[in-house]
Every structure is written in C-alpha cells, then in structure tokens.
C-alpha cells in the first residue's frame, strides 16, 4: 500500500543506491581518519579518479534531485586535500540519507523503495 503523497524513483537508481551508499559511507570513514592525521595531505591523482568514480555513481542516484545542485566532483587541476574531500563526502552522504529516506520506507508489511 502506498502513501496519498509518497515519492516515487526508478528500481535502477534504487539499486544503485543499495551499491553506492555503504561504499560512499566507507570511503567518508577512512578519509576522516586520514583528515585527522594528516588534514593538508594531497590527494594523489588515483585516489582523485577513484573518489571521482564513486561519485559520479552518486550523481546518478540523484540526478533528479534539488540536492545535485550542492555537489561537485574533486577537481584535479585544484590538487584536493584530505579535509577537502571529507567535506565533499559528507555532504554526499547526506544527499544519499535523504534520497532514501524520500522513497525507502514502511508500506505496512515491511520497507520496501517506491519506485515507478
């Protein structure tokens, strides 16, 4: 049973959240750690590629969403450090909560995504 006024989004960016998120959370976690060891340490260019790939796969989920407009991908040519990217990745994280938290919910039986 769905909700008068629920959400809806696709199975694809559904699943792709399933993938995404506990990657995105990981990746966030280990830069805290290395932010508070050496904040002003730069990224090497794979590490950047990296964090980039995981992101994009990011802005995937949620390209529809008003969140989209506040994320940006590492910049190359800025030579990042890691308190740069724990910053970016926390707000990754948040815009992905929020996603599931728009279309992943109780539909009386159990949780389940709405999805179109």
Sequence with gaps: MMKKDQQQTSLVKADLH???MPLIH????EFKELSKKKPDAVLSENKVKIVNRLLESCRKVLDSET????LDL????????NSD???MLSQY??????????YYSWDGQKYRWYSE
């Design 18 to 20: 399933e993938v995404t």
């Design 93 to 102: 994280v948040a815009a992905m909560k929020q996603f599931k938290s728009t």
């Design 67 to 70: 969140s989209l407009d506040y």
């Design 26 to 29: 990981a990746m966030h976690v």
């Design 74 to 81: 590492i910049d190359e040519d800025d030579i990042p450090r």
């Design 85 to 87: 990217v724990v910053l």
